[in-house]
């Protein structure tokens, strides 16, 4: 059945019977299909994602949905922000196409057993902090490609170690659709944009600046011809600890394996997972690139 919108919004579909009709229909007339995945609770870091898959392709799908499955027994599922009337309001005028917003019933059926496991780069700083995570990613991902079959698919480099997995998903099962990686959205003061900056207290926000501080350290080492990972990665921690921010990971990376570096004399990822309060924040940096965000 179609949800209900207003003239205003985008279709909104919770079947995907529906959907598929219209996305084959736009398929015939030889248009390119866009797939923007998300939770919901959209902020001017989707809306990038939506205006780069509209602008760039003949039909845009966004998906609005909270997946149980990459959450943990003691993560945020039940508190996620749930704003779909927002969210619907936000992608009018956009370009979009379609909106798809399945129920959790529709997309993990009852006696759901089939999953998809990922190795390699999939087990470490995400991975090894939050085990099962990358499972429900990558599970729910197949799943929305497979209702939509889109042509390009639309992710944040906020979630690098995402990104980075979906294409090694796309490559690994032959899958024949484009992973377009767009930037991170930051607020002025630097603050990447997340869906659970929400949860952040005044003081908490102006402590989780510490986040992008500390990369924009990491990058001001490097520029002035710091080499040493060692080294880097004390100053960052020591920025960190300064507004007393709880860290699970600060690390120097391949940004194609993830594995931890110990010379800085090629581009490579830093990345940060840390807690403000009762709030997990994720960010990252390319190093040694001269396309690095300013």
């Given at each position: ?38 939770m919901g609770a959209l ?209 120097l990376a391949d940004p ?39």
């Amino acid at each position: 059945m179609k949800a209900q919108t207003t003239a205003a919004t985008p279709p909104a579909f919770t079947d995907a019977v529906a959907l598929g009709a219209l996305v084959a229909d736009a398929r015939r007339q030889g248009k390119p299909i866009g797939l923007v995945p998300t939770m919901g609770a959209l902020h001017a870091g989707h809306l990038s994602l939506v205006d780069t898959a509209a602008r760039e392709c003949g039909f845009t799908v966004v998906t609005i949905f909270v997946n149980p499955t990459q959450f943990g027994p003691n993560e945020d599922f039940a508190s996620y922000p749930r704003t779909l009337d927002a969210d619907l309001q936000a992608l009018a005028g956009r370009g979009i196409d379609a909106v798809f917003v399945p129920s959790t019933d529709a997309m993990y059926r009852p006696g759901h057993s089939t999953y998809v496991e990922m190795a390699g780069p999939a087990l470490v700083l995400e991975g090894e902090f939050r085990p099962g995570h990358f499972r429900g990613v990558a599970t729910v991902v197949l799943k929305l490609f497979n209702l939509v079959r889109p042509d390009r698919a639309y992710f944040g480099r906020k979630d690098f170690q995402q990104a980075l997995l979906m294409r090694r998903m796309v490559e690994d099962l032959n899958l024949p659709i484009a992973i377009e990686v767009c930037p991170i959205v930051r607020e002025p003061d630097g603050l990447a944009l997340s869906s659970r900056n929400v949860y952040l207290s005044p003081d908490e926000r102006r402590r989780a600046l510490a986040i992008s501080q500390s990369l924009r350290l990491a990058r001001e080492l490097v520029e002035r011809g710091t080499t040493d990972a060692r080294t880097i990665l004390a100053r960052m921690h020591e920025r960190l600890a300064a507004d007393d921010l709880r860290v699970d990971y600060v690390a120097l990376a391949d940004p194609n394996t993830l594995e931890p570096v110990d010379v800085v004399n090629r581009p490579v990822v830093a990345a940060i997972a840390a807690r403000v309060g009762a709030t997990r924040l994720i960010d990252n940096e390319m190093l040694g690139e001269a396309s690095s965000e300013k």
